[in-house]
């Protein structure tokens, strides 16, 4: 038993030491200023897609919520929040929609997240729903 504990620490340290080597070995070549400029630009790029599909799926969002269809407006501001983009009324309202279907933990959230995110008319829709919350639990 104490040999093949010997041989297992031995087989540990080796590849260790093997793994270790592979690493200090390696060539690290940075990037040439044409590959940092191409990557540069293919961010740019990037970037401006998903602020376009952001601004895009944002009127789609509020076109459906202006034309009473809630789910849609849930539904088109997740895929305006997936771009990475966000405003602080956009998680307002989605807090306004989770409420509105009874899904309070939901709102919450979004109410929080508008908060964190500088709107303040969402502190006073935090205290609306805990205030709600304890008159139904009444």
């Known amino acids: 038993m104490r040999k093949l504990s010997l041989s297992l620490l031995l087989l540990v340290i080796t590849t260790t030491f093997v793994n270790s080597q592979t690493v200090i070995n390696a060539k690290f070549r940075p990037l040439s200023y044409e590959q940092l400029m191409l990557q540069a630009q293919a961010q740019a790029v990037d970037r401006a897609y998903r602020e376009k599909m952001f601004n895009e799926y944002l009127?789609?969002?509020?076109?459906?919520?202006?034309?009473?269809?809630?789910?849609?407006?849930?539904?088109?501001?997740?895929?305006?929040?997936?771009?990475?983009?966000?405003?602080?009324?956009?998680?307002?309202?989605?807090?306004?929609?989770?409420?509105?279907?009874?899904?309070?933990?939901?709102?919450?959230?979004?109410?929080?997240?508008?908060?964190?995110?500088?709107?303040?008319?969402?502190?006073?829709?935090?205290?609306?729903?805990?205030?709600?919350?304890?008159q139904q639990k009444e």
């Open 59 to 134: 009127y789609e969002a509020y076109r459906a919520l202006g034309k009473g269809d809630k789910s849609g407006f849930i539904t088109y501001s997740n895929y305006a929040l997936n771009t990475g983009f966000y405003t602080e009324k956009l998680y307002y309202d989605r807090g306004q929609v989770f409420q509105s279907f009874g899904d309070y933990k939901s709102a919450k959230k979004e109410y929080k997240k508008a908060k964190s995110k500088g709107y303040y008319q969402a502190k006073a829709a935090l205290e609306a729903l805990k205030q709600l919350k304890k």
